[in-house]
């Protein structure tokens, strides 16, 4: 059973950090082509933030590119997503995700939330201007 459980959201002001953590059970190669965090605004759709492809390939979604770290480490089985110089728009609940199907590494399809299948509960992060 594949399980993922973010933490680490929270509320902080313009300009501060935060670091989302993904812990991550039952996820074989089969299973985790691609891992990502996802969010989702009030009233918005969700959409791909930062992806990790088991070969090692990332992708950020443009206005956070050179703010958001994605990363993985294997020895704890978590995946990580550190935000640095947040802005309010970052607001939203963001999801740790994980695809089963090796397409998801097609460049165009990395940051496509309909790629991924297993999804944790969401961790609230609120940036206050």
């Known amino acids: 059973q594949v399980l993922l459980e973010e933490s680490g959201g929270g509320s902080v002001e313009a300009g501060g950090s935060l670091r989302l953590t993904c812990a991550l059970s039952?996820?074989?190669?089969?299973?985790?082509?691609?891992m990502g965090w996802f969010r989702q605004a009030p009233g918005k759709e969700r959409e791909g933030v930062a992806v990790?492809?088991?070969?090692?390939?990332?992708r950020y979604e443009d206005s956070v590119k050179g703010r958001f770290t994605i990363s993985q480490d294997k020895a704890t089985n978590t995946l990580s997503l550190q935000m640095n110089s947040l802005k309010p728009e970052d607001t939203a609940m963001y999801y740790c995700?994980?695809?089963?199907?090796?397409?998801?590494?097609?460049?165009?399809?990395?940051?496509?939330?309909?790629?991924?299948?297993?999804w944790g509960q969401g961790t609230q992060v609120t940036v206050s201007s």
């Open positions: 039952g996820l074989t190669y089969k299973n985790s082509y691609c």
């Open positions: 995700a994980s695809a089963a199907d090796a397409q998801c590494r097609l460049w165009g399809f990395l940051l496509d939330n309909s790629r991924y299948h297993y």
């Open positions: 990790l492809t088991g070969v090692g390939t990332t």
